[in-house]
């Protein structure tokens, strides 16, 4: 399977299991002070989490343009030298809001 | 996957934060693999948190063992996890989203729980793909063969830390990704904030090829081409400012290839003693051009000297403490007045709230001064955002007056800047925007938008907004474009939005209108921006202007007024920036610009036309100067047949000294060397007065030149008599002043220099 391939595979299997898609969010963080650039998936929805948001979908899943540069997630000092840490990547996310464990903690 | 190569980890509980270990999600585990593949692991590992402060909580990491068979049977893959093996990689993470982080340290528990998986998609593809490493997968692979076409050489996939070589294609492959997305995002290099860490990875890349792949030219923005087409369909706003993003890049790195340059000249002018370069050295070729110091090393290490890496990190903790200083913001924790969420705005229709509650409020340090943020349930206020500033205006509770002095947005909360917290916190709030101000902000910002499509229509639909600023006062934007706009154009751009403003177009607005349907109708939209499923779309006639926008509005465009850009430039690369006023600045503006008119033709004396007028005056000063030229001439001819008779002896010298009636520059230069035509052993010194001013100048011979009389010296010495500075050379020397009273004197002073200097000659050849 190519990148691509497998980008689509796994957008189209948590499509198939009731996930609503979503897009990324921009990589450059614009409302939230402690944050320069978004440096995971879930920092869209930091609002939810904190209760000031109410929640529209219970299932997502993304591929969210993640920067570890600055901060607690500061990957750049690695880049080059090893050959699995990236200063901008992409993070493929499933994300299911109100529930537990139980939701991902399972091998197909 | 081979269930034999995976490993899951949980969280092992934490003491210091009261956290108990995960077995919850260690037993669900143990249903769908071998119970000695569960790892418990410390907080270090598997408590996630996304920044200081948050949604955080307990993960568990999906681990995968990559390494070969035999490697495998001899060590338990086990022990390797979370032991930075690079074949022992973490691939997902889970994380059960459970706590806040607050500002204080403490963990709060959330009013939900939540759960939130992340997988790496770069690690990912190589599992998959079954290839030694992220970089080794078909996602890279165009960006290798790329360089190593342009500059000539090989990457053998060695991860030896003395193979720059191979080090220097995968930092500037991965570089060159984080750089472009950034900007395709909306965020351009500059030298603070956000736009400064884009810059300093640039710069990172740059010095790698330029001394690890030995390419002195722009090599990042080639790879470009090659972003745009492999996120084509998955990321396409790269491809689609393609232009613009290659432009910046070459820019940036022309620029600093240029000072990378200089600072390799610096250092070959450099002399350390002891071949040691110092702190301070080290610290300017980093602050000055931008050179990191392990590239100063490098060059330092190939001239045989060794750096002063103490001192160095001596002068960058000072310099970086001092910048800590002044940026360090922080934040207290909110304050809960009132449980509820979604704040509601209703500021696009009114601009008062009867009957609001403060929900929180928080207390914020900065440089030791304390300022104050409300969140109120129901807001009138527009939070900054979209380049409209923020609101400001009043609250009135429970009888207390409290100003609000700006409005942001933090994530999806309206916050209220406010002077003080009020007495009393749970009473009902009215809220009061500042009407006035406000409306002058809805006219800059509709103006923009129709700035906005008079900009496409007359310079074409290459222009895209790349940034914006909207204020009381005016509107200044930002947009993709290569070359200057010409003022025939600009002419253009008024008279558009001009005529659309007498059309007085009414404001159509969409609010929550499906994006697939906005997109339909053509709406302009912008890149970076996060765009929910339901938009707002303002539009002012459907054939001329419709944009998706959050910011406040006229409600027809005849109240805008009138409309004048007052500026054009370059701010970057491949950017313009117009600025331009509306309404009462603008009429304003008009007005001062007319009444400079007016006393522009009072001065000149004329009710006509002011342009032939000043023509004429032109036409005739340059007559007059004529005739004082030839005057001039005239006069000093006959000044020099007079003075030639005034020179005194001394000592064998001949010396003049002497106040000019009349006289310029040029014509004093002419006659003193008129003067002294045929003679070597002279001395002259002359005073005048020119446009109000005392000027002084000195001439000696050659002979006395060279025996130590300096030209240069005397005037220096003597033109502080009339309050003047100069000097010049040990012929000639001319300097002016400011006190004409003084110039007898200074001349005087002069000649009494020479005498002396002459005096002394003479005397120490006897």
Redesign the interface.
Known sequence: ????E??SA?LEFFESKLHKIVP?????N????????T????????????????IQYHRVAD???C?R?????ND?ED??????H??????????????????????L | MDKSRIYVSVFGGDEAEGLEADEEAADLWKKWIAPDRVLYFDKKDNFWEMGDTGPCGPCSEIHVDLRPDSERAQKDGAVLVNADDPNVIEIWNLVFIQFNRKADGKLVELPAKHVDTGMGFERLCRVVQGVASNYDSDLFKPYFDFISEATGKKYTGSYDLNNKNDIAFRVVIDHIRAVTFCIADGQLPSNNGAGYVIRRILRRAARYYFSFLDYKEPLLCQLIPIIGESFGDIFPEVKAQLGLIENVIREEEKSFLRTLDLGLKRMDQLDPADKNLGGQLVFELYDTFGFPVDLTRLIATEKGWTIDEAGFNAALQIQKERSRADAQKSYGDWMIVREGSDVQFIGYDQLQAENSYILRTRTLQQKGKESYQIVLDVTPFYPEGGGQVGDTGYLEIDGERITVLNTMKENDLVLHFVDKLPETLDAPVKAFVDSNRRAFIEYNHSATHLMHAALRQVLGTHVQQKGSLVNESYLRFDFSHFQKVEPADLRKIENIVNEAIRRDIPRREARNLPVEQAKAAGAMMLFGEKYGEEVRMITFDPDFSIELCGGCHVNSTGQIGYFKIISEGAIAAGVRRIEAITALEAEHWVQSQLDQLDELKEALKTSGDPVKAVLKLQEDLKLHKKQVDELMIAQVASLQHELKHEFVMHEGIAVLGKVLPFGDHKSIKNLAHQLSQNQSSYAIVFGWIDSDKPQLVVQVGESLAKAGVHAGNIVKESVKIMNGGGGGQPFYATAGGSDTSKLEETVKHALSLIEKSIQSLSNSDK
């Not at chain 1, 990324?24 to 450059?28: E, G, L, M, N, W």
């Not at chain 1, 880049?79 to 699995?84: E, L, Q, R």
């Not at chain 1, 537990?100 to 091998?107: G, I, N």
Request: include cysteine; aromatic fraction near 10%.
């Open positions: 399977m190519n990148s691509k497998i980008r796994y990324s969010a921009p990589i450059v614009k409302n939230d002070p402690t944050l320069m650039f440096n995971a998936g879930m920092n869209q929805f930091k609002d939810l989490f904190l209760g000031n948001k109410s591929t969210q343009k920067l540069v600055s901060g607690k997630h750049l880049v080059g030298i090893d050959g699995y990236h200063t901008m990547f992409e993070m493929l996310g499933k994300l299911v809001f109100w529930r537990s464990r139980q939701s991902c903690c399972r091998l």
